[in-house]
């Protein structure tokens, strides 16, 4: 008898085209380039599965296809972070699929600064955060540098913290704002790009009578974030609704939050792969504590799963130059003899990525 194929449990191209995942590329991109970029994606898949031995999940499947119909910029290189480190002002880290939504929606109309949209960012930064009032500048320093103008406040500035403490996954404490506020800070100054997976921008919460004095300064027009980024962060804040939803939907919590066996299981399944390409030497799944947070002035690391590779000839140095030249440029961590992949920071989606860099 003949054995079940496992993909023919899975969905059709159709339905996955229908799953919110893929739904809100398609409404974006035209039904021609739909086509196009939809062709042969069953057979790349089920070659990608045979390689690794594996299904994939629905979600796995619709986060592939979403990425294939939006195709590769023209202007900039795909990275992939395999450095292991997930909240630093080195990097933007993704936004959530409904803050770029809410920008493609706001990018294809003409736009005015918006001081609706501030109210109405601020009126949700309130309510998430117990602040008295909020206000968004155009980026972290320019937040400080308004912050700093009160005389009399106490004042936190800390870019990377967010509305979750990743303690509830483990990987150390980190004071949420609503946190810093409670324990008496009249201003708190964060990026919304920090652990909070917003777009790039300075957001200062606290007491009334200082944030008065920020909106009535001659310089708060001009350093107020513009609308899209508004727009962004308004989309991000809506998600910390639903806290029990949250992790699922912003990328830099699902990261954060996925559990030490995935990320065993995921590196067991690539390193034999790399460990065939001719350059490597040895591919060696390893546990390691890994810096995830990186505040420049302090850091965070937890335990996580690697792979070290070695290289057949020349320098880690040499070999770090190849990932880097590869497409997609593979950016990882120099360790000793060995070139460390962290996949803490790698989306699944891009596991054979990281083979094909090296083929």
Not at 172 to 199: C, F, N, Q, W, Y
Request: charged residues 20%; contains cysteine.
């Amino acid at each position: 008898m003949k054995s079940e194929s496992p993909f023919s449990k899975l969905p059709s191209l159709s339905e996955l085209l229908k799953h919110p995942t893929v739904q809100s590329v398609v409404e974006r991109v035209n039904q021609t380039t739909i086509a196009q970029r939809a062709t042969g994606f069953w057979e790349e898949l089920q070659a990608s599965w045979k390689e690794q031995g594996r299904t994939p999940s629905v979600g796995e499947l619709a986060e592939r296809l979403a990425h294939r119909l939006l195709g590769r910029s023209q202007h900039c290189a795909p990275q992939i972070n395999a450095t292991g480190v997930l909240c630093s002002r080195r990097w933007q880290a993704p936004l959530a699929e409904a803050a770029v939504h809410e920008l493609l929606r706001f990018a294809s109309d003409y736009q005015q600064p918006s001081t609706a949209l501030m109210e109405q960012v601020a009126v949700a930064l309130v309510k998430l955060t117990g602040a008295e009032s909020a206000w968004v500048a155009s980026s972290f320093d320019a937040a400080v540098s308004m912050a700093n103008q009160c005389e009399g406040a106490t004042l936190v500035s800390s870019p990377l913290i967010g509305m979750v403490d990743p303690n509830d996954f483990g990987r150390g404490h980190v004071d949420t704002i609503a946190v810093r506020l409670a324990e008496g800070a009249d201003l708190v100054v964060v990026d919304g790009s920090g652990l909070l997976g917003g777009p790039r921008c300075g957001i200062v919460v606290g007491s009334k009578q200082f944030l008065e004095q920020i909106q009535h300064s001659e310089l708060a027009p001009a350093l107020a974030a513009e609308a899209m980024s508004l727009a962004a962060l308004e989309a991000t804040l809506d998600l910390y609704r639903a806290p029990e939803k949250v992790i699922h939907q912003i990328p830099i919590l699902k990261l954060l939050s996925t559990p030490l066996e995935n990320l065993q299981q995921r590196c067991e399944r690539i390193a034999p792969l790399l460990a065939e390409c001719e350059r490597i030497a040895s591919a060696e799944v390893i546990t390691r504590e890994s810096i995830w947070l990186d505040a420049g002035n302090s850091q965070l690391s937890a335990a996580s799963w690697a792979i070290a590779l070695r290289p057949v000839h020349g320098s880690i140095e040499q070999l770090a130059q190849q990932f880097e030249r590869a497409t997609p440029q593979v950016v990882g961590r120099r360790d000793g003899e060995a070139y460390i992949l962290d996949f803490r920071a790698i989306f699944p989606r891009w596991d054979q990525q990281l083979v094909s860099a090296m083929g």
